[in-house]
């Protein structure tokens, strides 16, 4: 009888997995099994859409195939009719809002809301980093990885996740970070005796979830459990031209586009992710993208900190390298949290300097936050609903009065985007970590011809980092190419029995505390 429990248990969790990781593809396989639609749904249809002026939608009805209606009808059906002419009403606000400045309702973020690594003792850093391991252990801990995104810049048709950027382990991003999170809970258990499980939601885009799925199973989730690693689909939003009209991609489909990081708010709803929390006690969030190397995946001193904080909403930022480097900045507006874009600020403000010499505005946003469960459950209850729209004036494929696809040469519509960040206005409690760029920040974007946030410079990155960590512990590297796996060290601690007193010639590849280097 108990086994039996146990199997109708293990068929449940696997269900459950299934649902959340092939939600969008089952849902689109239901809907291919519904009848052919008939005059009565086309009709009731055009109703609906003429009420908020989209009945355009359905022009090309009589010339489409039983199979074309049935996947228009998806995509309307899809749609919140209702939330449509407030999406465009608002994006045009936002649009009419680009180029404002916000100098005079602009402030820095207070002193006693940010904590600098590098200003910071290290006690009382190893106070926060024992507390991350504690909740860590109790299994209170989970990370979002928002990993939506192709390498297309990097020339490779596939997951940006599934990026090999050249090490000498052959490592791809995804591997990386899934051995960051097996070594983050082996150290938690080191220190309290108790094993605890950190969860790994992944938010891929309609493009990359079954092939995100498909490398994850291939590499048997990374020696992570199964059950522990959840993807979820990003949403999409309609694409609109200039009078508030959705664009037909072609005769039968929508023109959309993705959602951007801000739509993790929504679909950790509709997937069932936040219910999910609710069910495994994950009580703390670490939400980052996918292409930093140097991310420290769950890290346990910022979790900590947040934690001792009381913080609801966190994030980690770096010292700006220049006043005109076009990031945006964690600020004060109008008394609220908020990433202020570089264009939003005037190159006098942008230049403005403390007494010390550092920028008045110097926190570099970088995609790397912490949120608690309950504050993810009121964004998703209340707040999702009034995040800001971010627009963009996009060459947008459309169908022409004829029914002809064509492609504009210059902007012809706009695309809707929500960014991740937008919720800390909402936050009761918002902190920030300085954390130094060449220890946690090393973007991969670009191909080695922008000399820039590409390949080069993140292997270049990690490299001279696990260098410093050879030699902090008493090692010496001769020449650049030092890489230390993730299995050996999360971010340098327990190296002085494996190196030091040892001197060590390029390439180094600390694999494991038997193979010391190749």
């Known amino acids: 009888m108990g086994h039996n429990n146990n199997y109708c248990s293990m068929q449940q969790k696997q269900q459950q997995q299934l649902q959340l990781t092939n939600g969008r593809r089952l849902r689109n396989v239901a809907t291919a099994k519904r009848s052919i639609p008939t005059m009565t749904d086309y009709l009731k249809l055009h109703t609906q859409l003429a009420q908020v002026g989209q009945e355009h939608l359905v022009k090309f009805w009589p010339e489409l195939t039983d199979d074309e209606r049935a996947i228009l009808v998806r995509d309307i059906t899809e749609l919140d009719l209702n939330e449509i002419k407030q999406y465009f009403d608002r994006a045009t606000i936002s649009m009419n809002e680009n180029g404002i400045k916000l100098d005079d309702r602009l402030q820095p973020i207070a002193d006693d809301q940010i904590l600098s690594i590098a200003r910071t003792a290290e006690d009382k850093l190893n106070v926060y980093r024992e507390e991350g391991l504690q909740q860590i252990?109790?299994?209170?801990?989970?990370?979002?990885?928002?990993?939506?995104?192709?390498?297309?810049?990097?020339?490779?048709?596939?997951?940006?996740?599934?990026?090999?950027?050249?090490?000498?382990?052959?490592?791809?991003?995804?591997?990386?970070?899934?051995?960051?999170?097996?070594?983050?809970?082996?150290?938690?258990?080191q220190q309290t005796g108790k094993h605890g499980h950190i969860v790994w939601y992944i938010m891929t885009s309609e493009h990359t979830k079954q092939p995100t799925l498909a490398y994850f199973e291939a590499n048997n989730y990374f020696g992570l459990r199964e059950e522990?690693?959840?993807?979820f689909e990003q949403g999409s939003l309609p694409c609109f031209d200039y009078d508030g009209r959705i664009i037909l991609d072609e005769k039968h489909r929508v023109a959309r586009s993705p959602d951007g990081n801000g739509g993790i708010y929504r679909a950790m709803k509709n997937a069932g992710i936040l219910e999910d929390m609710r069910r495994r006690d994950v009580r703390y969030l670490h939400a980052h993208s996918v292409d930093n190397i140097l991310i420290k995946v769950a890290d346990p001193v910022f979790i900590g900190y947040c934690v001792q904080e009381q913080a609801d909403c966190a994030a980690k930022v770096v010292e700006k390298s220049?006043?005109?480097?076009?990031?945006?900045?964690?600020?004060?507006?109008?008394?609220?949290?908020?990433?202020?874009?570089y264009s939003e600020i005037s190159a006098k403000t942008s230049?403005?300097?403390?007494?010390?010499?550092?920028?008045?505005?110097?926190?570099?946003?970088?995609?790397?936050?912490?949120?608690?469960?309950?504050?993810?459950?009121?964004?998703?209850?209340?707040?999702?609903?009034?995040?800001?729209?971010?627009?963009?004036?996009?060459?947008?494929?459309?169908?022409?009065?004829?029914?002809?696809?064509?492609?504009?040469?210059?902007?012809?519509?706009?695309?809707?985007?929500?960014?991740?960040?937008?919720?800390?206005?909402?936050?009761?409690?918002?902190?920030?970590?300085?954390?130094?760029?060449?220890?946690?920040?090393?973007?991969l974007k670009n191909a080695?011809?922008?000399?820039?946030?590409?390949?080069s410079t993140a292997r270049a990155d990690l490299h001279r980092l696990h260098r410093k960590y050879i030699e902090n512990a008493g090692g010496l590297v001769h020449g650049d190419v030092c890489e230390i796996s993730p299995s050996v060290s999360y971010a340098g601690e327990n190296l002085e029995q494996l190196v030091k007193g040892k001197s060590f010639s390029s390439p180094v590849h600390l694999r494991d505390s038997l193979n010391g280097h190749l």
């Open 137 to 189: 252990s109790n299994g209170h801990v989970a990370v979002l990885l928002m990993a939506g995104g192709q390498g297309t810049r990097l020339g490779f048709d596939h997951p940006k996740g599934m990026y090999d950027v050249g090490l000498q382990s052959g490592k791809t991003l995804f591997r990386i970070q899934a051995e960051r999170i097996r070594k983050l809970e082996q150290l938690a258990e």
């Open 228 to 231: 522990n690693v959840l993807l």
């Open 448 to 455: 080695d011809a922008a000399g820039k946030d590409c390949p």
């Open 351 to 443: 230049e403005m300097r403390n007494s010390n010499g550092r920028l008045t505005f110097s926190a570099g946003n970088i995609c790397n936050h912490f949120f608690t469960a309950d504050f993810l459950h009121k964004i998703g209850s209340t707040f999702e609903r009034e995040l800001k729209l971010h627009v963009a004036k996009k060459k947008i494929p459309f169908v022409d009065n004829a029914g002809k696809r064509l492609t504009p040469d210059k902007p012809n519509g706009i695309k809707i985007e929500k960014f991740v960040f937008d919720v800390f206005e909402f936050a009761e409690k918002f902190v920030a970590m300085e954390v130094l760029r060449d220890e946690e920040f090393s973007a």
């Open 322 to 341: 220049a006043p005109n480097e076009a990031v945006g900045v964690v600020a004060m507006v109008d008394g609220k949290h908020q990433v202020v874009e």
